[in-house]
């Protein structure tokens, strides 16, 4: 994740955010790992979905899994 991060130019939070997301968490699992709300944890997904040029959660975890083969 971390060429990732560098390359679209992630936050280290949504950078554990896509951390806990391709580790298989839902939103809000993540939310609670993080100790966040998940509003809080949705809006990361979604600046962090946009930042890949993806739509949804399920494109966001096939391109960071792509990436890291």
Not at 34 to 54: D, E, F, M, P, W
Request: aromatic share 8%.
């Amino acid at each position: 994740l971390d060429v990732l991060a560098d390359r679209f130019g992630l936050t280290p939070r949504e950078k554990e955010v896509a951390s806990w997301l391709a580790r298989g968490y839902s939103l809000d699992a993540t939310a609670k790992k993080l100790s966040v709300s998940i509003n809080t944890v949705r809006t990361h997904a979604r600046v962090l979905y946009r930042k890949l040029g993806v739509r949804d959660k399920q494109e966001a975890l096939d391109f960071i899994h792509s990436v890291s083969e």
